[in-house]
């Protein structure tokens, strides 16, 4: 095998690469200063599966998925408790590797925020970093990408456009086919439909099924038929006061989280009944 082959297939996702990304999350806790947040978070995360965050506003769904790539560290006066696992490493572990941490586990926000500069070059910045600069292979990790994220046949003929020139929903699949472009194991979305029209979310929701053949995403949402559409597992947050952390009500399937819920309080909120 070539050098240039074997660069290929490590960075480029194709159906019969092995990818991991398993979360274990144990007894997860999020501390700002003195204000304990979110509390006694334990929960798995299989691979390549779809699982939802939901719950109400304040509830420390973002806060929980911004644990899972350590973004909570940038905030500064956080303290993040517990254990969590990604392959059987604890990430949280104060010596890990943050860098390859994001490496290893991408994120789509909730706007779109494509980098000003082109198409391709959107595309290509992170392999560039990680030190990919063979052409051919620049060119079919670009094309997987886009193609993983239903943006191809819409681009192909233009990778010289400014992303800025794209509809919202376009920046939205450049900014997942750029985070599928470093061959991560996971892929955070938080909202990523909240500033798209109808069709636009819809694309959206089909790429982040189709990606979870190659990827494991996580993906925090207000939208409870966008959480039953697209996810797997579901796990429903909940602070029930001022005075007490959030915490993690009810994590199962599903069709099991918004057709037989264990807890009441589940019950309450897919019903509609608070929000």
């Known amino acids: 095998m070539s050098t240039q082959e074997s660069i290929s297939e490590k960075k480029i996702i194709t159906p019969s690469q092995e990818m991991a990304g398993e979360f ?67 990430i949280n572990s104060a010596d890990y590797d943050k860098v390859l941490l994001r490496q290893r586990v991408g994120q789509v926000f909730q706007r779109p925020n494509p980098f000003p500069m082109s198409i391709y070059d959107n595309l290509t910045y992170g392999p560039k970093v990680q030190g990919i600069n063979d052409k051919e292979v620049l060119a079919e990790i670009v094309e997987t990408s886009l193609k993983r994220s239903a943006l191809w046949d819409e681009v192909k003929d233009d990778l010289d456009k ?21 061959s991560p194991e996971v892929i955070l979305m938080d909202e990523p439909c909240s500033a798209l029209d109808p069709i636009s979310s819809q694309q959206i929701e089909q790429t982040m099924i189709d990606i979870s053949k190659y990827v494991t995403v996580v993906v925090v949402t207000h939208n409870m038929q966008q959480a039953q559409r697209v996810s797997e597992k579901t796990a429903f947050f909940l602070r029930e006061s001022m005075e007490r952390p959030s915490a993690l009500i009810e994590y199962a399937e599903t069709d099991k989280i918004f057709n037989n819920p264990q807890d009441q309080r589940t019950a309450d909120y897919v019903e509609g009944r608070f929000s």
């Not at 939901?54 to 254990?83: A, F, H, Q, W, Y």
């Not at 920046?171 to 086919?177: G, S, T, Y």
């Open 24 to 90: 274990k999350l144990r007894d997860v806790s999020v501390t700002y200063g003195n204000h304990t947040a979110i509390a006694g978070v334990s929960f798995d995360i299989k691979p390549k599966t779809v699982v939802a965050l939901i719950g109400p506003s304040g509830c420390g769904k973002s806060t929980i998925l911004r644990c899972l790539n350590r973004m909570n560290d940038e905030l500064g006066n956080v303290t993040v408790g517990g254990e969590i696992y990604l392959d059987g490493e604890n």
């Open 162 to 182: 400014h992303a800025f020139d794209l509809s919202g929903g376009q920046q939205q699949r450049l900014c997942i086919a750029r985070a599928l472009a470093t």
